[in-house]
């Protein structure tokens, strides 16, 4: 038999399969590398291109606010803003020292003139005639509040139909002044406002040290001039009838006066505004203003300020010209700031302080039902500088 043959050959392969490129190879990767140099070069140049932008708006900026005649004006009138703040020196940074040195002085030799002009108005009280046909008339309230907004800023007019319902007081404790709100419920009195300035060297709202003079019910209570020296003043002689401007403290007895307070400037004399625009309004601040009609009504009105939002503040010319609007034929300013305070019976607070519940003064003109039975204390009698100094609290 044959032997059986084997196969010497080599056995046959499948060919290889071919194989499609993988999502990550090289090529892949390049590509999104690429892609995120492209979006970081994108997000380099937007970023560049915005600093650039804001750099040339800085630069524009720059050159409007200090090189053309709007943009002076609203500096000098932002310098305004701040000096009227306890951060005064801050202005140098808007207008220089010697600017700051030159604005305040020139405010201040505005302010003397604006006193300067004699008042010649005269008032009718409605029913002190007995011939008055007003005077069968219902009696008016004595005292009522209205709101008064503008363009930035919210704020109260009281209105007291007769002037001779309001008295000045002042604290009841000596070494330190008192919240209106205090004097308003202790007093019993319809309604109150901040009236005249005091020295507060560290800041610290003492408020027991008056600056000029301060008289109650025709007394002189307080005073750090002579009394034949003028100083500018605001408030009310015997008859109800509004003074205010430059007088001496003998001038101001001669003339039967019952309560005033040292304070400037007089905005309105004989029914004219004396402030010409709002470059000269001394800048934007709460304010706290006194004013009368030729029908004896007082006026008083209260602005709040420094409070985004809800209310910024008013200029001195914004004042002037609301109460022109309510018939005032005079008026002048009073201790405004964060003094700027609005009290209602009981010693609710009407208004929103800039600072929080008010601040402790040394005088507020209160309106009362029956003033003749209110008794005010002279507190500095007796008193030496020393107690009162207004650095201690």
Do not use: C
Not at 218 to 234: A, C, E, H, N, W
Not at 322 to 330: C, E, N, P, R, T
């Amino acid at each position: 038999m044959p032997p059986l043959s084997t196969s010497t050959s080599s056995p046959t392969r499948a060919p290889a399969a071919k194989r499609s490129p993988s999502p990550t190879g090289p090529r892949q990767t390049s590509r999104s590398r690429t892609k995120k140099r492209r979006r970081r070069f994108g997000f380099v140049r937007v970023v560049g291109f915005l600093i650039l932008l804001s750099l040339f708006l800085s630069i524009a900026f720059m050159v409007w606010f200090f090189l053309t005649p709007s943009g002076t004006a609203l500096r000098y009138r932002a310098a305004d803003t701040i000096i009227t703040t306890r951060h005064r020196e801050w202005a140098k940074y808007l207008v220089g020292e010697q600017g700051l040195r030159e604005r305040v002085a020139e405010y201040a030799r505005q302010f003397e003139e604006m006193g300067e002009e004699k008042d010649t108005h005269t008032i009718a009280v409605p029913g002190a005639d007995p011939g008055d046909p007003e005077a069968s008339e219902e009696p008016r309230p004595l005292a009522q509040i209205e709101t008064i907004d503008g363009k930035g800023y919210h704020g109260y007019l009281l209105s007291v139909s007769d002037p001779k319902k309001i008295r000045l007081v002042v604290p009841n404790k000596a070494g330190r002044g008192e919240k209106v709100s205090s004097m308003v419920e202790r007093t019993g009195a319809v309604a109150g406002v901040n009236a005249g300035g005091f020295a507060d060297p560290n800041w610290n709202g003492n408020g027991f040290q008056p600056i000029g003079l301060v008289i109650s019910q025709g007394r002189v209570f307080y005073r750090d001039l002579p009394m034949d020296k003028s100083t500018q003043i605001v408030g009310i002689d015997k008859d109800g009838k509004m003074v205010a401007g430059r007088y001496s403290i003998n001038e101001l007895l001669d003339m039967g006066i019952s309560e005033a307070v040292s304070f400037s400037p007089r905005i309105i004399v004989n029914g004219k505004g004396l402030i010409k625009n709002h470059s000269q309004g001394w800048g934007i601040a709460p304010r706290s203003v006194m004013g009368q009609k030729e029908d004896g009504t007082i006026l008083f009105l209260i602005i709040d300020g420094r409070q985004p939002g809800y209310s910024i503040g008013a200029d001195l010319y914004d004042a002037q010209q609301i109460m022109l609007d309510h018939g005032a034929v005079i008026a002048a300013n009073l201790d405004g700031g964060s003094s700027t305070v609005l009290v209602g019976e009981g010693g609710e607070i009407v208004n929103r302080p800039s600072t929080k519940g008010g601040r402790y003064l040394p005088t507020a003109f209160l309106v009362f039902d029956n003033p003749e039975s209110v008794s005010v204390p002279n507190i500095w009698e007796g008193l030496t500088a020393k107690d009162i100094d207004p650095a201690k609290w």
